[in-house]
C-alpha cells in the first residue's frame, strides 16, 4: 500500500496523545497546576494535530464531518465518535487539574476507556480489510494500543508502566514483522484465485499503459535491505531504547522527553512499513506479486 505521510503522522500522533490522555486520565501520574497543563496539553496537541492531519488524507477534507454519519458500520465513523468524546469528556478533568481541584474518579475511569476506544477503532479500519492479508489480523489492535499506551506512559513520566510496555512491544513488533511476512501466502491468494481463470494464468501484458488509481494507492514496492534497516530502528528506537532509558535514568522531564523522542521515530518507522508492506489482493491483477 502507498504510505501516505498524512495517514502515518495521524495514526502515530493520535495513538500518543490518546495514550497519554488515558494516563492522566486515570491519575498516573497525579499532575496539578503548570504540571498539568504542560502533560494535558501535550496530550491533547498530540491527539488533535494526529486527528487534523488525518484530514489531508480525505478526497474533500470539507466532507470530514460526514464522517460521524455512519457509526452503525464504519470503523472511521466509530473512531471519529470515540475520539470527540474523549476530548469532551476530558475537557473539565484536564480543566480541573490545572486549576488544582481534581475531578471524581468515574471521569477519568470512561474517559480512559474512551481514549482506548479511539485507538482500537483506528487499527480496526485497517484490521477489518480481508483484501490486506498483513492488516487481517488481530494483532494490529495490540500494537496500535501498546504503541499509544508505550507512548503515553513514556511522556507521562509512568515509570513502571512505561518499562512493561516498551519491553513488550519489542518481541511484539519481531512477531509481527515476521509472521505478516508470510500471511499473504497462508491465505493462499493468487492469480487463479482472483480472476478464476483456469490453471497457471500468467500476466502477458499491463491492463493499463499508465498507472491508474488502483496501482499508485494500492501496489507498493519496498527493498529487502530498506526493510530490514528500517525494522531494525523500528525496535530499538520504539522498545529498546526507551526501555533502557525507563529502567535505569531518573525520570527527570528532559529524559522523558528525549525518551518520547526516540519512541517516536521507531513508531513512524513502524507505521511506514505498516503501509509499505501491506500487499492488497488487486495487485494480483497486474501481477505485483
Given at each position: 500500500?502507498?504510505?501516505?505521510?498524512?495517514?502515518?503522522?495521524?495514526?502515530?500522533?493520535?495513538?500518543?496523545?490518546?495514550?497519554?490522555?488515558?494516563?492522566?486520565?486515570?491519575?498516573?501520574?497525579?499532575?496539578?497546576?503548570?504540571?498539568?497543563?504542560?502533560?494535558?496539553?501535550?496530550?491533547?496537541?498530540?491527539?488533535?494535530?494526529?486527528?487534523?492531519?488525518?484530514?489531508?488524507?480525505?478526497?474533500?477534507?470539507?466532507?470530514?464531518?460526514?464522517?460521524?454519519?455512519q457509526w452503525r458500520t464504519s470503523w472511521l465513523s466509530r473512531e471519529?465518535?470515540?475520539?470527540?468524546?474523549?476530548?469532551?469528556?476530558?475537557?473539565?478533568?484536564?480543566?480541573?487539574?490545572?486549576?488544582?481541584?481534581?475531578?471524581?474518579?468515574?471521569?477519568?475511569?470512561?474517559?480512559?476507556?474512551?481514549?482506548?476506544?479511539?485507538?482500537?477503532?483506528?487499527?480496526?479500519?485497517?484490521?477489518?480489510?480481508?483484501?490486506?492479508?498483513?492488516?487481517?489480523?488481530?494483532?494490529?489492535?495490540?500494537?496500535?494500543?501498546?504503541?499509544?499506551?508505550?507512548?503515553?506512559?513514556?511522556?507521562?513520566?509512568?515509570?513502571?508502566?512505561?518499562?512493561?510496555?516498551?519491553?513488550?512491544?519489542?518481541?511484539?513488533?519481531?512477531?509481527?514483522?515476521?509472521?505478516?511476512?508470510?500471511?499473504?501466502?497462508?491465505?493462499?491468494?493468487?492469480?487463479?484465485?482472483?480472476?478464476?481463470?483456469?490453471?497457471?494464468?500468467?500476466?502477458?501484458?499491463?491492463?493499463?499503459?499508465?498507472?491508474?488509481?488502483?496501482?499508485?494507492?494500492?501496489?507498493?514496492?519496498?527493498?529487502?535491505?530498506?526493510?530490514?534497516?528500517?525494522?531494525?530502528?523500528?525496535?530499538?528506537?520504539?522498545?529498546?531504547?526507551?526501555?533502557?532509558?525507563?529502567?535505569?535514568?531518573?525520570?527527570?522531564?528532559?529524559?522523558?522527553?528525549?525518551?518520547?523522542?526516540?519512541?517516536?521515530?521507531?513508531?513512524?518507522?513502524?507505521?511506514?512499513?505498516?503501509?509499505?508492506?501491506?500487499?492488497?489482493?488487486?495487485?494480483?491483477?497486474?501481477?505485483?506479486?
Open positions: 500500500m502507498h504510505p501516505a505521510p498524512s495517514v502515518i503522522v495521524f495514526s502515530v500522533l493520535s495513538g500518543a496523545g490518546f495514550g497519554l490522555l488515558a494516563f492522566l486520565a486515570l491519575g498516573l501520574p497525579i499532575v496539578l497546576g503548570t504540571d498539568a497543563l504542560l502533560l494535558w496539553g501535550a496530550g491533547y496537541a498530540l491527539a488533535v494535530t494526529g486527528l487534523v492531519a488525518s484530514t489531508f488524507h480525505l478526497g474533500n477534507p470539507r466532507r470530514a464531518l460526514k464522517a460521524y454519519t471519529a465518535w470515540a475520539a470527540t468524546g474523549t476530548l469532551v469528556l476530558l475537557a473539565p478533568v484536564a480543566l480541573a487539574a490545572v486549576f488544582g481541584v481534581p475531578m471524581p474518579a468515574h471521569f477519568g475511569i470512561v474517559g480512559t476507556v474512551l481514549a482506548l476506544l479511539t485507538v482500537f477503532s483506528t487499527a480496526q479500519i485497517y484490521a477489518q480489510l480481508a483484501t490486506v492479508p498483513r492488516w487481517n489480523h488481530g494483532s494490529v489492535p495490540a500494537i496500535f494500543l501498546v504503541f499509544s499506551l508505550a507512548g503515553g506512559a513514556i511522556l507521562a513520566g509512568a515509570q513502571i508502566p512505561a518499562a512493561v510496555l516498551t519491553v513488550l512491544l519489542a518481541p511484539l513488533l519481531v512477531w509481527s514483522f515476521r509472521d505478516g511476512d508470510t500471511r499473504f501466502a497462508r491465505r493462499g491468494e493468487t492469480l487463479q484465485s482472483a480472476t478464476g481463470l483456469g490453471p497457471d494464468p500468467r500476466v502477458l501484458a499491463q491492463a493499463h499503459t499508465a498507472p491508474n488509481y488502483l496501482m499508485r494507492e494500492m501496489i507498493f514496492r519496498v527493498g529487502r535491505k530498506h526493510s530490514r534497516r528500517l525494522r531494525i530502528i523500528a525496535v530499538l528506537c520504539a522498545a529498546v531504547l526507551p526501555a533502557a532509558i525507563t529502567l535505569f535514568v531518573p525520570p527527570i522531564p528532559p529524559v522523558r522527553v528525549g525518551a518520547f523522542l526516540i519512541h517516536l521515530m521507531g513508531a513512524f518507522a513502524q507505521r511506514w512499513l505498516f503501509f509499505a508492506e501491506a500487499e492488497h489482493v488487486v495487485g494480483l491483477y497486474y501481477g505485483a506479486r
